[in-house]
């Protein structure tokens, strides 16, 4: 049996209860682009977000914060078969406990630990290389395209950090925002698809001041490198070129 | 002036410093305020050296009173000078910060006037950043060799990360190239690990009593200007942990700015070099290793060729096969091939059931290295053939080069 969720984290979960209380061996798919096949019976289920609760509540008495965020991570990879990798996961969770995070034993968990991985990875380098612009209307504005769906992974930190601020992240792959306010959070409701991604910063104009200090920055950036030590093997190793496209020191060559 | 020349000239300045991390620090941000730290750090972007870029690292001037050989700033040298005003670097500091090009400031300096004098600049920029600016990102000042005790129980309220750096590894060394005494840089080193302690045990009574440099301390040293060898160096380094409680040793490979007869003609910085002493130190903060354990009196340098684990390890071939379903972990750390993830893994994954090798693959486990020194359930890996020479060439590093630059960085995951 295949059961097909609206591809929210939501929808997951509350398939993952409905499949618990199945009989039947499950696979959990995207309702989109779902091909059907012969032979394969598959139900639409409905996402309840009392149900999503219960299993959030249900995982974080089993492991914790921490084991819970690693299942959140991994179901946002967006690696292909991450449900399938996810669910097993939540399934060996609740079988054997938090234990279940470190049974390299088991290929497939050994597998979604490392997309995990990937997702921390890409959390921890955009967290560094995010690049804020201050456009016309004083909001700091930052767009990126992340190749997993992180952005309500790295919100909390700026959230803190940058409190005094009114800024917004702009996943411009996935069309997807949030802003913040005055300690509020909210996501981003565009007029059209299209608009959702699109750079805000050519739409809107940047305050006066903004070009002068990314031109500082840029020849701060030149002038702290040793010549006697110049590696751009080592530099792209670190800074992949896939995200120079929003960088301040690296667009425009 | 203008600024954006100032930075250049500052910013250039500065660069030889190797430190630029901006861990240690879980500095929390407030409502309304700007700025956290980030408790192993953070870098924003790689320099064309493949250096990390964490904090905006500048000299708040580049004159000095001082002559010291091997530095670029140095009185004699006839170089274009500059020197930042409180409030510039202040704009500057927050406007990066805001637009998350940095985690902070690293602010040195020249010598101007006398050490106070100076140190009493770096502080004031440091203080109306956290004062006026509610600013809450890292901070790191330098202090000035000769410094006074009261100046740095100031700096060490504002900054996260305070350090001296002691520059040349022997006594000798610093007489022949400086002007700076043993006792200037080693006075506030100790003052420093002092008013750390101090007031870590009164923070203990009272909470209320604000941090002073919840980042520790920090030195550095070249390497290559001056003829110590790496066991004096990794020794003086040990000494460093253990009696300063230092945070981190950093190593900058001599580059050559001056031409002065008291230094040494090299074309290229000894990188090589820096990169086992990085690798030593490595072992000493991570991996339990004493300093006598990784450079002996017999052989005083660390070798080109192979890396200083698995050096020890090849010296200490009667300690092993390990069997890894059973040792102890502080023994599974001394495993060539097996880093601290993979070891902790191992930990966790063999309370779930024994381990084979195709475990060990799953869990990261550089088994082409780790083979030699382990056993499954009490057998070796098929095929592994323990010659001195098979063992050597399975140690040899094929680039070291590549990973000598990421020392910034610290992160650790248990899963
Ligand atoms: S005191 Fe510092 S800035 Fe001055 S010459 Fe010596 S090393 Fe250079």
Known sequence: MIFLYDGTFEGFLSAVFDAFTCKEDVAIEKREGWQPQFFTETTELETSPEKA???????????????????????????????????????????????????????KITRAMEFRKRVSKECDKILGILRFTELANGVFYAPFEPDHNILPLITGHFYERLSGCCWMI????????????????????????????????????????????AKMWRGYFKTIAIETRINPKLQRQFMPQRYWKYMTEKKNG | MELVEKLEILGAAAKFDASCSSSGSSRKGVEGGIGSAYRAGICHSWAADGRCISLLKVLFTNYCINDCAYCINRRSNDVKRATFTVDELVSLTMNFYKRNYIEGLFLSSGIIKNADFTMEKLIAVAKKLRNEENFHGYIHLKVIPGASDILIKEAGLYADRVSVNIELPSEKSLKLLTEKSKESIIKPMTDITGDIVENREERRKTKKLPLFAPAGQTTQLIVGATPETDRKIVKLTEAFYKKFSMKRVYYSAFVPVNSDNRLPVVSMPPLDREHRLYQADWLMRFYGFQADEIVTEENPFLSDDIDPKAVWAMRNMHLFPLEINTAAFEMILRVPGIGRTSAFRIIYARKNGSLDFDDLKRIGVVLKRARYFITCKGKMMTDTLITEKSVFEAMKTTSTKAGAADHTYEQLSLF
């Open chain 1, 170 to 213: 702009h996943d411009i792959r996935r069309g997807n925002a949030i802003y913040h306010s005055k300690g509020k959070m909210e996501n981003v409701e565009f007029v059209d698809e299209m608009t959702s991604h699109l750079n805000m910063a050519d739409l809107l104009g940047k305050s006066e001041n903004e070009d002068d200090f």
């Open chain 1, 53 to 107: 609760e219960r299993v959030v509540n249900k995982l974080l008495s089993i492991c914790g914060r921490r084991g819970f965020s690693a299942i959140v991570q991994i179901f946002l990879s967006e690696e292909e078969n991450a449900e399938t990798y996810t669910f097993h996961l939540v399934k060996s969770v609740m079988k054997y406990g938090s234990k279940a995070f470190s049974r390299f034993q088991d290929e």
